[in-house]
Every structure is written in C-alpha cells, then in structure tokens.
C-alpha cells in the first residue's frame, strides 16, 4: 500500500499490484487530477505528469542506474519518491512510513551521483541505486537537456549542459527580464566535469512551490491559445507579470514557451502570482515576430495586437520606456555583445522599439480596452 501526500497529509491510497485507490483528503488534490473522478486513473495521470521524459538527453541512463528498465511513470514515482525540487506533495509507503521532514529533499541535501549520471550518461563504477527508493529529484526534473541537480551551500541549483550560444542567451536575458522588472532565475556559466553548463538557483522554500501551466492544462481540459480558459486564468491572477513575459519572449524571440516553462508561485498554499519566469535557452533562437508562440497559439506580432488592446499593457508605458532606454545604452549594449551577435542586438532594439511604442498608444484607433 502507498499514499499520495501532501507534507504529512494523506491525499489518497493506492496499490498499484490490484489497481486498488481510495481517496483520503480531496483538499490536497494536485491540480492536475483535480478534475478527474475518483480511481486509479488518478495515480497513472499524476505519475505520468511528475515524471522526467522519454527524450530527455541520456534518460535511458539515469533509468538503467536506477535498476529500472523502461519508463513507466508509476514505477519511476515509487523508486523516487515522486519527490520533486519544486513543490512538497510525494508517495509514502505504508510500511517503513517517512515523515516529510526526513525525506523532503528541498531543504536537506541529497545525493549528487545519480545527478552525475544524468548530466554526462556516465555511470561511476559503484553506482547503481537497488534499493527499493532514492533520494533524488533528477527522475522529476522536466525538459531535454541533459542536467543535474546540486545540493550546495545555499540551496539548490540546476545545471544545465548547453551549447555557448544558448547559455549566453539564459545570461543576457537575465538582464532582459531585470529591465522589464519581470522576476527570473539567474543563470550564470558554469564547468562541470569539462562541459559548458548554465547554472540558476531553484528556490527551495518550503512555503514556494510551483504550478505549472501544463497542469492548469489538464485541471481545464483545454489546449493552450489566447482564448483558452487558462489563459483567462492566469491573466486574472496576474496579468501584469503574465503581459510582461510575452513581451519579454516577444523581445527575445523565445520559441519554447511551452507548459512546462512557466507557471504560477503557489505562496503558503495560496496562488500569488505568476512564477518567475525560467528556461531562456530558446531566446534569442527565432528569426522575426512571424514565429509561433506557444502561449497565444498564434505568431509574436499577433500576440502584440491582442495584448495591446489590454488596459494593463498600456499602464506598461514607464517601465517600458526605461527598458528601452536601458537597451540603447552603451553599457547594455557592450555587456550584450560580449555573448551575443550584433543582429541579434539589433533586432532586440528594433522590437524594443516597436513594444514601446504601441504602449504610447501611437495607434489610438486601433486599441479597445478590456
């Protein structure tokens, strides 16, 4: 027998040799099953979605280390835990039961040679985790790089293994978003074990947790565009963060914005707002404003006459006036060219430009407030 929980609270009941669930505390229902009607479909839905992906660069490795030798989500989340850097809810075994205090792994440090495994596909010769469970994060960390977590000094860091062009764009658009006053990880360049790694810290507050677009998705039922119910939610809770990174990924040309980058900061279990916003190793990789962007389903420049047309996008003029005159300045623009190409400069100040100006409302007779 295992339990979902959240902390120290049961959630629900499950055995996945008969299939058999009961539900235990609906409360503390992860978003992305809260919808669903009560069973063991339950357990195949959050393990699958709290899982690391199958294209994930060497996950064939990390499982093989782990004795497990397929990716079955309900097997992997048992092995783990289903423990995650980014919130508190994880599976407990009814015997051998653990306190959240003595298995949570984002205030306590955990061990780094599974982490080893999945950033280089290298296995140390000792290695090999048999036991029944692990303490890890690295089988519920999402993406396709291959990167490890780091237990240090002050807290926990993802190091990412990237090519020198995207980690220079995680750098420059730190100081992108630090513009636009939008809160980001911090990415900085790191070595590890001879490769190029950017590095940002997780926040691991107990209190913080994440909720991610993608269970949003699920909690709907829906697709992700500009008239979808998420989209509506997000911009009720926050549409001035929310506004501010689609124009940072306008600015950018960030063509990976999907669900599971980005999401909304659940603070003491209460959603506060839009989580600051993390994985910019696809900004600065489209080549005009006729891209797709994921979180509006339609391209960049449209996304910007949708979004103009929204009363908040025009309270933006100040900030966006100070970003730009930022983006002309020489220091800005030396601290940019150290990473990255001068087209790339120049389109960043001409789109700067162009967002600026629709907030001075240049175009009044196209603009309806919402």
């Known amino acids: 027998m295992f339990y979902l929980k959240y902390k120290d609270s049961k959630v629900f009941a499950f055995d996945p040799i008969d299939c058999y669930f009961k539900m235990l505390n609906k409360q503390y229902l992860p978003m992305c099953i809260k919808n669903l ?41 048992l092995k783990s835990r289903a423990l995650c850097v980014t919130d508190n809810y ?25 982490g080893v495994v999945a950033l280089t596909g290298k296995a140390d010769g000792n290695i090999g985790f048999s036991s029944e469970k692990i303490r890890t994060g ?32 995680e750098i420059v658009s730190n100081v992108i978003a630090a513009a636009l006053t939008l809160d980001s990880a911090y990415y900085s360049y790191q070595k590890f074990q001879d490769l190029h790694c950017s590095k940002c810290r997780i926040d691991n507050a107990i209190e913080h947790e994440l909720l991610l677009c993608e269970d949003l998705l699920l909690f709907y039922g829906c697709n992700m565009n500009i008239n979808s119910k998420v989209y509506e939610y997000i911009m009720e809770v926050d549409a001035r963060n929310f506004i501010l990174m689609q124009i940072f990924d306008y600015l950018t040309l960030n063509t990976n914005r999907n669900g599971e980058n980005y999401g909304l900061l659940v603070d003491n279990g209460v959603i506060t707002g839009l989580y600051p916003i993390f994985d910019h190793d696809a900004c600065f990789k489209g080549k005009n404003d006729k891209e797709f962007y994921m979180v509006t389903g339609m391209s960049f420049a449209e996304t910007l006459e949708e979004i103009r047309k929204h009363k908040v996008f025009l309270s933006l003029v100040e900030p966006l006036e100070d970003a730009n005159t930022f983006f002309e300045s020489a220091r800005f623009k030396s601290f940019f060219l150290q990473y990255l190409t001068v087209n790339d400069y120049m389109g960043l100040a001409a789109r700067s430009k162009t967002i600026l100006g629709m907030a001075k409302n240049i175009f009044p007779d196209r603009v309806e407030l919402i």
């Open 37 to 77: 009607p009560d069973g063991y479909e339950m357990v195949r839905v959050f393990c699958r979605q709290r899982v690391l992906h199958n294209s994930r660069v060497y996950a064939k490795d990390i499982l093989l280390a782990c004795c497990l030798e397929e990716l079955d989500s309900v097997s992997i989340c």
């Open 90 to 114: 994880w599976i407990d075994a009814s015997k051998n039961s653990k306190t959240w205090e003595e298995i949570n792994i984002r205030n306590h440090a955990f061990d780094h040679a599974l």
């Open 138 to 169: 690295e089988l519920t960390v999402k993406g396709n790089h291959a990167k490890l977590l780091m237990w240090q000094k002050k807290g926990i860091y993802l190091y990412k293994n990237l090519s020198l062009r995207k980690i220079a764009a």
